[in-house]
Every structure is written in structure tokens, then in C-alpha cells.
């Protein structure tokens, strides 16, 4: 294995910027070409969400997001595997006109496809009640 390069860092992170670009824009297909087809998304108090097919319906039960805003990023890895780990702000309109804020973290594994492509295979969520 060989450790990751700059370039593989950046597809990583921007392959991620993207996917968090589809949800407000409510780009599901565009979203889900993102994923492996054996993608594992484990969001909290819920069963975990298997495959293509299952993504798009949890995708499309979310509640509407006015956007993310990252406040840090981290990536690590080795040859076709990789990590991401961040925090962020989950923002929503408020019911008052305003905007909710929801602090919540996030790792999230990469996998390099067939032709250098890296893909989410799993991501895992959660409120992070200690930042922001």
C-alpha cells in the first residue's frame, strides 16, 4: 500500500464538498453517484441504510437543508482506502423565518473505484453537542 497523495486528498475532499452541494440543491441522483452500490450510511437512532436503492429513499425522507457549513476537515488513508472526518453545521430554515443550526460530526470511508475514482462506501453521523 502507499500512502495517500495530495491529489488523492483533494478528489477526496471535493468528492465530499459535491455531495453536501446535491442535498440542498435536492440532487439525489447526482448525490448517490457518489457512493459505492454496497454503501453503508449509519445516521443516529436509526437502522443503517444499505445500497443505492435504500440511500435514495432515506435521501429523499430528509428534512429540507438550507445548506452545510464545514468547520473543519480531516483526511487520512492508505492506497484504496481512505477516511474523512469533519465537523459541521447542519442549517435549516427556521419555522420563525431564520435558520436553525444543528452542530453534528461525521466520518465518512472512501474507497478508490476502478479507474482512480473515489467513492463513499460508509459514513457515520451525529449531533456534536461540544462544538460551536
Do not use: Y
Not at 22 to 47: C, G, N, Q, S, V
Not at 60 to 74: A, G, H, S, V
Not at 97 to 110: A, D, H, I, S, Y
Amino acid at each position: 500500500m502507499s500512502a495517500l497523495t495530495k491529489a488523492d486528498i483533494n478528489a477526496i475532499r471535493e468528492v465530499f464538498r459535491v455531495t453536501l452541494a446535491d442535498i440542498p440543491e435536492e440532487h439525489f441522483a447526482d448525490w448517490l453517484t457518489h457512493w459505492t452500490e454496497d454503501a453503508r450510511l449509519m445516521p443516529p437512532d436509526m437502522a443503517d441504510v444499505v445500497g443505492h436503492e435504500a440511500l435514495q429513499t432515506w435521501m429523499r425522507n430528509w428534512p429540507k437543508i438550507k445548506r452545510f457549513d464545514i468547520t473543519d476537515i480531516e483526511v487520512d488513508g492508505d492506497g484504496d482506502l481512505a477516511v474523512l472526518i469533519c465537523h459541521f453545521v447542519r442549517v435549516l430554515d427556521g419555522s420563525d423565518g431564520g435558520e436553525t443550526r444543528q452542530n453534528g460530526r461525521q466520518v465518512l470511508k472512501f474507497r478508490r473505484q476502478a479507474g482512480g475514482r473515489w467513492k463513499i462506501a460508509a459514513a457515520i453521523f451525529n449531533a456534536d453537542h461540544q462544538s460551536g
